[in-house]
Nanobody, 114 residues
């Protein structure tokens, strides 16, 4: 059974950085795209960044130039380096394995104070 576990969330001031990690256990990691998504209170879940099995990336316009998604197929992990954080980045961040079906982690809270 495939499981995803996120870590690295926390409370930071605006302008600071955080790095989220997601470890995948079980299953074949390298065959799948992965992504980071977030959900703020009262809002729908939105895509933040995705990375294909080959390493191609996409980013939401709101995080381009500030966030970097990476994957390590040997360690079965993905990360999200978040720089110059803004209060609007406050949300629960989820990693996902983009397969059939999608598999989600439990989420990690990121809070950015102004």
């Amino acid at each position: 059974q495939v499981q995803l576990v996120e870590s690295g969330g926390g409370l930071v001031q605006a302008g600071h950085s955080l790095r989220l990690s997601c470890v995948v256990s079980g299953g074949t990691f390298s065959d799948y795209g992965m992504g980071w998504f977030r959900q703020a209170p009262g809002k729908e879940r939105e895509s933040v960044a995705t990375i294909t099995w080959g390493g191609s990336t996409t980013y939401a316009d709101s995080v381009k130039g500030r966030f970097i998604i990476r994957r390590d197929n040997d360690k079965k992990t993905i990360s999200l380096q978040m720089n110059n954080l803004k209060p609007d980045d406050t949300a629960v961040y989820y990693c996902a394995l983009i397969g059939v079906p999608w598999i989600w982690g439990q989420g990690t809270q990121v809070t950015v104070s102004s």
